[in-house]
């Protein structure tokens, strides 16, 4: 069985065990896969695997002997799904396999706003506390967690995750979903016009969908609380960049944290690199290697049920 990995760098740039997936068939592994080599890379391949590398139904059209299609992710936008369907190739993601990662990058943000760690690190280690003539000093507000209220907007398997952590803060969670449940002590299920108008913080994790799209923009931004932060690790075209950059500039609201942005890699100029009191960290809330182990590992058993399946 002659297996394919059009871009495996991103999940792996050198410290990954595939030995599971290597095991199921002849494993050929590109760092990556720029668009015209795919046809040339995935034509004699019988399982496919990618991540961002895109399978077009114009490609897919092209790899006749493709009987796979695997991704190492849980978004399945890079592959044309009705193009997959009608040649009768089966396509499997890898759901929920980076959840503790990315919530904890959410207070990692969160935290970042709240305590500034790096800043006074970097003033201490510049000489500032040497200097002080008190015993302590600081230069932003430090802020405490503990009877905040946390504004989630999506309930799966992340929102549900961040709200865990949020409560063992002493915070108050609101939560904004299609499928609302029952209250439960600190945590309640609002609109989404209520959840941005009165949580101190907002963080998102729900789809990019027609009806997402842009879901923070001016008008909305305009409901928060001017001490509110922003948080996104969902997708980037969750938020208004524009909108937002402006929202930062005029103290509309206090902070952003973002792992996400509408175009990746950005654009040199992209509004939000300027913007004041916004973190931003290059998509990474899924990355840790326990979780990139994970995605390795259930990639290669959807590799491994196919093949059963197969025979």
Partial sequence: MKIVILD????????MDWRELQALGDCTFHDRTPAHLVVERARDAEIVITNKTVLSAAVIAEIPKCRYIGLLSTGMNAVDLDAARQRGIPVRNVPAYSTASVAQMVFAHILAHTNHVESH?????????????DF??????????????LGIVGYGAIGRAVARIARAF???????TRTPGGDEDGLRFVSLDELFRSSDIVTLHCPLDASTDRLVNAERLATMKPSAILI????????DEDALADALARGVIAGAGLDVLGREPPAADN???????C??????????AAARRRLIAVAARNVREFLSSAR
């Fill in 8 to 15: 495996s760098f991103g999940v792996d740039p050198g410290d």
């Fill in 121 to 133: 690190s970097a003033g201490v280690h510049e000489g500032r506390w040497a200097r002080c003539p």
């Fill in 136 to 149: 302590c000093y600081w230069d932003h507000p430090v802020a405490e967690l503990d009877g905040q209220t």
């Fill in 170 to 176: 002493g915070m108050r969670v609101s939560v904004h």
């Fill in 232 to 239: 996104n690790t969902g997708r980037g075209g969750l938020v």
């Fill in 271 to 277: 509004v939000l690199t300027r913007a004041p009191n």
């Fill in 279 to 288: 973190t931003i960290t290059p998509h990474i809330a899924w990355a840790s």
